[in-house]
């Protein structure tokens, strides 16, 4: 919607709540996955959907509100007449009935779902425009949350504008040099002798964890940050490794998202990198998981083997859990695999958790590939990883994910 036609709205808005003598409800429709809609039924009957859409509102306030097209896939419902606040929820939910029963009439093979949010005035907002601003707050919480309506609290607010801000908080750490990288030892199993470590990301402000992986890196990966996220841990991992205690025997692990595996940028941001620091052969490992990889093998394979040619080691990460068949695996440009904890931990007491790493640790013999055993966390564990043959191991045995500091202070020690 552009300014002229948002300000004729506000200005309406303004006039109808003037003359409210009652509750009134301002109802924001959303229908989701516009852009996918107008691709699968075309421009001209996805307008035409629209129109239909339109109607079907203003038959169901009966007179007492303005249907207002308020963008591509959303429309804004004042309703005037509502004794309580639960009449807006029961408003809301006539909307949707209509709209569902125009979609029938249609006859659409697949009918795209739609998400209310329900502002009332005055309760909620006295001005026009921050009651349109809580009712798409709301319509977007609704749509998170899996419902069809959804009135407006508190609650609704900071689903929807917490992530935005921890978003701005995350690209300001990584414009500033907020993040660090941590280290965990990646140890030889036969004479414990230290052989690197994986880099892992941590989000620390004031002795604080802001947020964990899981949570941020999904992020800079639906905010478009994942690029800059990639390339910071790629430098500051080789520049650090650099300043480690006998470097050249040492090499440090990167994890790579899907989608850095796949973007046609990748190859040369590491080129970029291992030139930039001297990283000696076999000094960089890639971390990538089996999915991430089968997702699109063709292109997956092609860009391994070109980083393979740049001297960086692949290394398939959390293997066990992606399902990949051996007509898949054994085409694979890895160096090594690694064992996903969930089958390590599992090891001492359940037989079955032995034989799978005991396979896949055969397994990967037979390809001529190196096994690292994530999760270990006791002596006994690593006797069992002896036995059976897996060449390293990472965790809490050992040591856990180190600061820089005191990495290159473990490594002095050993």
């Not at 959907?49 to 207002?68: N, Y």
């Not at 089968?294 to 959390?318: C, E, K």
Request: proline content about 3%.
């Amino acid at each position: 919607m552009d300014e002229a036609r948002y300000r004729t709205l506000l200005t309406s808005l303004e006039t109808c709540l003037r003359e409210a003598q009652e509750i009134r409800a301002l109802l924001l429709v959303e229908v989701a996955d516009m852009v996918g809609l107008q691709a699968r039924l075309g421009y001209a009957a996805s307008v035409d959907l629209m129109a239909r859409l339109a109607g079907s509102f203003s038959t169901a306030v009966h007179g007492r509100g303005v249907v207002h097209k308020l963008g591509d896939g959303s429309f804004c419902v004042p309703v005037g007449g509502l004794r309580n606040p639960g009449h807006a929820m029961l408003a809301a939910q006539k909307l949707v009935r209509e709209a569902e029963q125009t979609m029938n009439d249609m006859e659409l093979a697949l009918s795209p779902q739609m998400h209310v949010g329900i502002a009332l005035y005055p309760e909620h907002a006295s001005a026009a425009d921050e009651l349109l601003r809580k009712a798409q707050l709301t319509a977007v919480a609704a749509r998170r949350r899996g419902v069809r309506a959804l009135q407006f609290d508190e609650s609704c607010a900071e689903q929807v504008t917490k992530p935005w801000a921890l978003r701005e908080a995350f690209a300001s750490a990584l414009q500033s040099g907020g993040l660090q990288l941590y280290y965990q030892p990646k140890v030889a199993i036969a004479d414990g002798r230290p052989v690197g470590a994986e880099a892992l990301m941590r989000w620390i402000q004031e002795g604080r964890t802001v947020a964990t992986p899981d949570v941020f890196i999904p992020m800079a990966e639906e905010s478009g940050l994942i690029h800059n996220t990639t390339w910071y841990a790629l430098s500051v991992a080789l520049r650090e490794a650099a300043e480690w205690p006998r470097r050249d025997e040492l090499g440090v692990a990167v994890n790579v998202t899907p989608g850095m595996l796949h973007h046609r940028e990748f190859p040369d941001m590491v080129r970029s990198a291992v030139a930039t620091w001297g990283v000696h052969e076999g000094g960089l490992t890639l971390e990538i998981t089996e999915g991430a990889i089968i997702a699109d093998f063709a292109q997956a394979t092609a860009r391994l083997r070109m980083l393979r040619d740049l001297g960086v080691r692949i290394s398939i990460d959390d293997f066990g859990t992606g399902y990949s068949s051996l007509s898949y695996f054994k085409k694979i440009p890895a160096h090594e695999l690694k064992i996903d904890k969930s089958f390590v931990f599992g090891m001492r007491q359940d037989a079955a958790d032995r034989r799978l790493v005991e396979t896949i640790v055969t397994l990967a013999r037979q390809f001529g590939l190196s096994v690292v055993a994530e999760g270990v966390e006791d002596a006994e564990t690593l006797q069992a990883l002896a036995q059976i043959g897996c060449d390293y191991a990472q965790g809490y045995h050992f040591a856990p994910a180190l600061d820089q500091q005191r990495f290159c202070e473990w490594v002095s020690q050993r």
